[in-house]
């Protein structure tokens, strides 16, 4: 019998961001369609979100679909775009229901259709709710968006100077605080253009468990390793 995992609710990370790594290698070792993987996945997503809601962490943040994924085949790529409408049309009420509010991150413009309508219909309904954030990563690459940032900055005449604080203010994370934890499943050690600027001091745990098999135990787990770790901030 594995110990138990004991959290310290003082130093609970208040922003995690997650890489939703391995639904399609869940699938083929599973035997299954690359589009089961996915539906597996959402489903995982939702238990996430209720266990941290249940720990009270304020912010997360989800990798869910980003500006490289659309050189995978177009079959897949329709699909996602079609279940992602339809997940959010389906569950909206859930996130309503629990003071959760949806953002959406990364070159939302640039989508089309039911999925655009189903966007931004879940984050009206929900932009008032305040127990939690929850950040959908979607059409994002972490170096767009720096370049949308600066561009922002360049068509504002009142700025003179730009820091870092000008840069921040201008991400798509705007208003929020940068992730405490970044957990990685599927076990890649990379973090795929992914919140370049939000990480330059975020804790990163990898899991070579595959999302959909994510649990609560090892989520538990990576909780508990970043609180064993000393955050110097370069000091």
């Not at 019998?1 to 939703?20: C, G, R, T």
């Not at 745990?205 to 970043?226: G, M, Q, R």
Request: proline content about 3%.
């Amino acid at each position: 019998m594995s110990p138990k995992i004991i959290l310290d609710k003082s130093q609970f990370p208040q922003h995690i961001a997650f890489i939703v790594d391995g639904n399609r290698r869940w699938a083929k070792k599973n035997k299954l369609l690359s589009t089961q993987g996915h539906k597996k996945g959402s489903d995982t997503v939702l238990r996430v979100i209720e266990d941290c809601l249940q720990l009270g962490i304020p912010v997360l943040t989800f990798y869910i679909f980003s500006t490289e994924n659309w050189k995978r085949k177009e079959k897949e790529v329709n699909f996602i775009m079609k279940f992602g409408t339809n997940f959010l049309k389906k569950k909206i009420d859930y996130f309503h229901s629990k003071n959760i509010k949806v953002r959406f991150i990364g070159r939302i413009h640039e989508l089309e259709g039911n999925l655009k309508k189903a966007i931004d219909y879940a984050e009206e309904t929900t932009k008032n709710n305040d127990k939690m954030v929850v950040n959908l990563a979607v059409n994002y690459g972490g170096r767009k968006e720096i370049v949308d940032a600066v561009n922002k900055i360049l068509e504002n005449k009142d700025i003179k100077k730009v820091d870092e604080e000008t840069i921040s203010e201008n991400l798509y994370t705007a208003g929020l605080p940068d992730p405490d934890l970044l957990i990685r499943t599927g076990g890649d050690f990379r973090i795929s253009n992914y919140l370049l600027w939000q990480m330059a001091y975020t804790e990163i745990v990898i899991i070579p468990e595959l999302w959909p098999d994510l649990s609560k135990e090892k989520l538990h787990e990576a909780i508990t390793e970043y609180q064993r770790r000393q955050r110097r901030w370069g000091k």
